[in-house]
């Protein structure tokens, strides 16, 4: 029956695709219902094309009537604005990307096409996707679902928003420091982030290419595993993708934890973590001992060294990335320029916005001379202790658990005049991609305004089929999931009980 299909998970509404209780075409009026209703005050997209996402719909519809199947075939994805896709806008929620048409896919999807998936449209980010909050889009504010006065999380907080809301299924995001889980678990959706090259880059527009990994954000945790199946394997247009086989990754699933060892990290239970969020998360590492998990307390010591390194590595291969955006070839320019060298400063004095713009300037200085040494070289160092640190973790657990962020969502503006206050916020998050290794947050519980609180699963690289099977348990025994933010006449906290 139509009506309610937005609100249904990739999964159940591949069901009733499967059995005719519905078309992909109802599906996708669904949802466009649902974006016409609420993104006027969400934010979440930057652009939808109806009449192509229809079009997709009526060609998916038929191309099941003569008996093909495809993993995602009918099933609407939202992709974030930071992904190329053939014959649409690719701006990365920058003004110097204004008037730039992609002329070809991203790997990812061309993966999702193949799949039968139909693109329902483009969701807001942080520019460039250089903030925690997508305060930092040039063309709109994002707000979180469950409280308009809040921030969705960044700099995937468009993808977050939009799946939360239930104006999509699903949605890809991309992972530099924390960019889908921190979205994630703000918004209470799933996000995951994959191992560094178990997902193609191309056709991603970099930010920092050490450091970059496109994700699925969904609803629940096998919708997770669904879409991560579908984009992930070997790339020949990524010389840094994995040449590693694709599993079933719903074939690890189980309903207990008997036989996983978890591990706690103290690092990230620490002073500054907001006490409503360390009671939740230390209420789901309760439940999942009840699942048969193991406990054990690990260390990872350099954590203390992360955010500062991170944003000394991050920064300097931003630099680099976007010194390719000067108004000659595509995008922005300046007009009348006086010559060529006042057409490249005005460009992008004129087309960046002023987070893009700090973080290039840092980015310039520490890989500078005199200076290069003394940050660039040393923050690699640092990295490799981070990254050996994980691999001695790992020696003693299967996945660890922590805290996604060390508070709820905040509100909006409140962090902006303060950067590194807003950069403090990723102390959880970026040593996963310092280190390469895979990610997932879940939701957890909420605070007693009615904000999300996710739970992080960490795995070692390739680790997907065990942070996958511990999300999965937790998720159905907590249920957090089922609980709802949209209510009839606008968004704010759900009330009833998980």
Not at 259 to 274: A, H, I, K, M, R
Not at 332 to 352: I, K, N, Q, S, V
Request: proline share 5%; hydrophobic share 40%.
């Amino acid at each position: 029956m139509a009506g309610d299909l937005n609100t249904l998970t990739l999964h159940e509404a591949e069901e009733r695709l499967a059995r005719g209780a519905c078309s992909s075409v109802e599906l996708v009026q669904d949802l466009l219902g649902a974006i016409r209703e609420r993104d006027g005050l969400i934010g979440g997209y930057l652009a939808v094309n109806e009449e192509d996402a229809l079009k997709q719909a009526r060609a998916a519809d038929a191309a099941r009537a003569r008996g093909r199947r495809g993993a995602l075939l009918g099933l609407p994805v939202a992709i974030k604005d930071v992904l190329n896709i053939r014959g649409e806008p690719c701006t990365c929620a920058s003004r110097i990307l204004r008037g730039y048409v992609s002329s070809y896919d991203a790997t990812v999807v061309a993966r999702l096409r193949a799949a039968g998936a139909i693109l329902l449209g483009r969701t807001n980010m942080d520019e460039f996707a250089m903030g925690s909050s997508t305060e930092h889009s040039a063309y709109q504010l994002t707000r979180n679902p469950w409280n308009p006065d809040r921030v969705p999380g960044g700099s995937s907080g468009g993808s977050a928003a939009v799946v939360a809301a239930d104006e999509a299924l699903a949605a890809l995001g991309s992972d530099t420091g924390g960019s889908i889980r921190q979205p994630a678990a703000f918004c209470g959706c799933v996000g995951l982030k994959p191992t560094y090259g178990r997902v193609s880059r191309y056709g991603l527009t970099a930010f920092a290419s050490s450091l970059d990994q496109v994700g699925p954000m969904t609803k629940d945790v096998r919708d997770a595993a669904r879409l991560l199946k579908v984009i992930a394997g070997r790339d020949p247009m990524d010389s840094t993708s994995l040449d590693e086989p694709v599993p079933d990754y719903e074939s690890f699933f189980a309903e207990d934890l008997s036989g996983v060892c978890l591990g706690l990290p103290q690092e990230y239970f620490v002073g500054g973590l907001d006490t409503e969020v360390e009671k939740a998360v230390q209420e789901a590492i309760r439940l999942c001992e009840k699942l048969g998990a193991r406990i054990v307390e690990i260390r990872l010591p350099h954590t203390r060294y992360a955010i500062a390194t991170y944003y000394i590595i991050a920064t300097a291969e931003a630099s680099a990335n976007l010194a390719r955006f000067d108004g000659v070839r595509y995008g922005y320019r300046a007009a009348d320029p006086r010559d060529p060298m006042d057409l490249y400063t005005r460009t992008r004095a004129e087309g960046f916005g002023a987070e893009v713009k700090r973080r290039i300037i840092f980015g310039a200085y520490v890989l500078s001379s005199g200076y290069y040494d003394a940050y660039y070289a040393c923050a690699q160092k640092v990295r490799t202790l981070i990254r050996r640190d994980f691999h001695a973790a790992f020696e003693r657990c299967d996945a660890i658990l922590t805290p996604v962020t060390p508070t709820a969502a905040y509100r909006i503006g409140e962090k902006t005049a303060n950067p590194l206050q807003m950069y403090l916020g990723d102390v959880f998050t970026v040593p996963t991609n310092l280190a390469g290794i895979c990610g997932l947050a879940v939701p957890c519980g909420f605070t007693g305004e009615g904000l999300p609180i996710g739970l992080q699963v960490l795995g070692p690289a390739m680790g997907e089929p065990q942070i996958l099977r511990v999300g999965y348990a937790y998720e159905r025994a907590a249920g957090w999931g089922r609980r709802k933010p949209w209510r009839s006449g606008g968004a704010g906290p759900a009330k009833e009980a998980p």
